[in-house]
Structures are given as C-alpha cells and as structure tokens.
C-alpha cells in the first residue's frame, strides 16, 4: 500500500524532488516533518492526523468577528493568526462609523483569503457574490487537516452527505463547516460529519459513511426519502446580495420540504408507513 | 531513608537491574481533549503528563518573534509528588529544568513556520523518582507530535549514572540520591545530541562509555515512543488499514 502512518523523522525517499507538504530534505533524503499519513505516489507528501489552520491566499474559510476597529473587523479564522477585513473589501460603501451595523462582533461570514505576508498578516475579502455573511444553520468546527477528507474526491464525499441528509453544507478551508436545513437534518449531518473527522484515516469510509446514514435514518424512523434530485445545488452561489438571498431562501426550503413531505407519503415499505398503515 | 550499603550486589541493582537496564516504561498518546497534544508518560516510578497548545498567538505580545514561533516550556512538580510536600510554584530548579528541556527540543522543531505565534508546552510531574526531566522531555516530544506540529524528529531521553564505580543506566531514586554522578541525555533517533547535564565525576573514559549506553538507551526508548503514537490510531476499526 503506497499510504502509511508515519512520525516525525521518518525515512520516506531517496529522491528529494519528490519532496511535498508535511516534509523535510536533509543530505538529498525525504523525511516526514508530521505525525500523520503519507502517501507515496507522484509525490511524497504527509497529511497531519492534528494542528492549527495556517491561512493561504486564495483560501475560502469560515470566520466570526471578534473586534471592530477603526477601518478593519478583526476576524477569528481559528489560526494563530487573526484575520483583517477592510472595510473597503465590504461588498458597498459604507461609513466608518456604521461599520457595526453591518457586521457586527460574533457574527459569521464566508470570506476569501486575499493575502498573506511574511508575518503572517492575513487579508480578507467579502468582494465576491459567494461571499456573505452567515444567517442562519449551525457551525461545527473539524480538524483543518481533515477537510481534504470531509470534501472527498472532486467533492463526492460532500455531495452524498447533502443529498443522504437533505442539508446544504459549506465547508471551510480552516475547518469551520456551515450546515443548513431542517433541525433534525442538522443534527444527522453534525453526526456524520463528526464521523468523518474521527475515522478519516481509515479506508472504506464512504461505504461506512453510507451505511451510517442508512442506519440513523432507519433508527429515527423515518421513510426512505433519499431520493431528492437536485437538492445539492449549491444556493449559496446563484445569489446576488444579502438581502434578497434572505427572501428567496425560506421560501425555496419550504417548497423543498413540501416536496419531500409529499415524496414520502407516496412511498411505500418504510417504517413510518407501516405505523401509519396500522393505524389506519 | 539512609544510604543503603551497597547499591550494587553482584552486577544487580537495589531494584533488580541489571546496569544497562531502563526501568519499565508506559506510554500513551492523547490523554486530553482539551490541549493540542498530549501524553501521559511513566518512566519506573515516574509519573508525568505533558500538554501542548499552539502555534497560537502570543501573550504578552512583546514576547512574540517576528520570524520565528517561540517555544515555552514550563516543568513543574506537583506538591504531592514527592515524600516531603514540595512548596508550590517555580522554583530555582524547576525554571532551570524547564530552560534546558525547552533547548533539549527546540532544535527539533520548525520554529521558522510559525512566525509571531507561540507554541506552549506543560509537563506536570505527578510523582517524581529520579529522572523527572528526562520523562518530562521524552513525554513532550510525543505531545508536540500529537499536536500536529512539524519537527524534525521526535527527542528522547535518559540518564546515566556512577554508582559504586560502576556505570549505570537510568538512575533511580537511591542510586540518584547516594551515587557518584548523574548525566541525564537527550537525542534525536540520528544520536544528535541536544541535552547534557552532568552533576558528580566521571573520567573521560567513563564519560564514553556512558554516553554509548544512553544512546542505547534512549533508542530504546525511541522505539517505544513511535510505538505509542502509532498505537492512538490503530485502535481504530480497520487497524493499519490507511486510506
């Protein structure tokens, strides 16, 4: 197998151009620098099983204002390091002093990482239609080096877990996932996630993940509505201002719960429909 | 307790070893939710548990390097982990402990990868028997690994000794107590040194052969130590099965 658990100090390669994150060359030879996992193709890279967030330009992450200073939020980006939002990377113009109206401290936004210097100073930016603040749903924190793992393969692991639990989830390069939808889809997607982060190094995990879902769906007793086409449809991106997303945003869940509570009432051989049959 | 009359009999040792024995050792990797990493480590009758937080900001700020993390160690003891209640709090020897293992392994750390932050490491001792620093140092360099943080490799470390003219590895209390010399060692797994200390006499001659026999020792314990980290995750359905 080309993947291994490996420590800090650990021979990995003769080669050292092979040589990728989460390594060290010393004399031509690749050490691992973490205690995580390598992998061994192409190139010789360690995934930390642990650790901090460390900010990179072009990160889309998940922040929550701590400070409102004279022409910056201060941003909590779950990092060593803080985060500054300018105000002039705010979608309109606005005042210094109706800084706090808009956003104010404890909210949650999506932002972009714009710019990191040397020291470590990291800009942000609220310039971008995906960009926003966060409204509604939960906010769940998962270890950073694990979001590779929650997203999956060009995004499958992420794309079964909204269709399987019905909640539109976003997730943060630093770790902070954002999940929406009805309260008891929440809570199934919160567990599956939590699930995710706890086996990731173990193979077979989206069959695993799978049979999960089926088993707490069967447990809730709930039918066997799996089958929403289309509800992964990222909404977050066809939206233009904050605004009217709000509007628009209820109304298309109470239309897709409305659909899904018609979908399950025509199905047949669920649990729920056996009770209700009884009852009848 | 007074000074036994001999602390060696017939190459065997007042706790049964042989001179070239470590005492028996237990390890384990994450014993806290709440820190970064951790470890709980007992070397003999030695009983300590390390936590690390960070790279995290620093406090105060005028502490922080502008290129580079910075490390801080602190050891401490607890009041009961010794016969005589030992005062609470830093003392002289506690902050020279905490100075010489933070440099025991600092040289294996990516400092330079974390600029303006902090990376915070705490070694309680629970109950002290000898050796103390050379647990403290061994249990934080599996919970700076814990914590995810890149090193170049992990640090182990151990005591030699001269008791009744002979040498002797990994001194217990009475042989620390009444011995001739004590030299606690720390390395890296490649038999870079980065701790030596020596308290008592040695001959140059001696001095060799008891650094071969620490090195011994502490790959040893090195072994042991990626052991117990590998041991945090394959307990774990699938076992080595890594995806």
Known sequence: ?280 | MSKPEKLIENGIRLDGRKPDELRPIKIKVGVLNRADGSCYFEFGGNKVIAAVYGPREVHPRHMQKSTSAVVRYRYNMASFSVEERKRPGPDRRSIEVSKVSREALEPVIFQEYFPRSAIDIFVEVLQADAGTRTAGINAASLALADAGIPMKSLVSACAVGKVDDTLVLDLNKDEDNYGQADMPIAMTPDGKITLLQMDGHLTRDEFREGLEMAKSGCMAIAEMQKAALLEKYSGQIGGDAIE
């Open chain 1, 1 to 280: 197998m080309d993947k291994k658990l490996v420590i800090p100090g650990e021979f990995l390669s003769d080669d050292a151009n092979l040589a990728d994150e989460g390594t060290y060359v010393e004399e031509g030879k690749v050490f691992s620098s973490v205690f995580g996992i390598a992998s061994l193709k192409n190139h010789v890279r360690v995934v930390p099983l642990s650790g901090k967030y460390i900010p990179r330009p072009d990160d889309m992450i998940i922040g929550i204002i701590t400070e409102v200073s004279f022409s910056n939020w201060i941003v909590d980006i779950r990092s060593p390091y803080e985060g500054l939002l300018h105000i002039s990377e705010f979608p309109r113009r606005i005042e210094n002093t109706d800084m706090s109206k808009y956003l104010k401290v404890g909210d949650a936004i999506i932002t972009l990482v714009t710019d990191v210097d040397p020291s470590m100073k990291v800009e942000l930016t609220l310039n971008d239609q995906k960009l926003r603040q966060i409204k509604e749903g939960r906010i769940i924190d998962v270890t950073p080096s694990k979001v590779p793992r929650l997203i999956g393969r060009s995004g499958s692991m992420i794309a079964m877990l909204k269709n399987e639990t019905n909640c539109n989830i976003f997730i943060g390069q630093n770790g902070r996932v954002w999940v929406t939808g009805k309260d008891k889809d929440i809570e199934l997607a919160v567990k599956a996630i939590l699930k995710i982060e706890t086996e990731s190094h173990v193979s077979g995990l989206t069959d695993r993940l799978t049979r999960f879902l089926k088993e707490e769906k069967d447990k809730k007793e709930k039918g066997p509505g799996k089958e929403h086409e289309g509800k992964e449809e990222t909404r977050i991106e066809e939206q233009k201002e904050d605004n009217t997303e709000e509007n628009v945003e209820p109304a298309e869940e109470e239309k897709q719960q409305k659909v899904q509570e018609k979908a399950e009432e025509k199905k047949s051989g669920g649990i729920l429909d056996e009770l209700l049959g009884d009852e009848k």
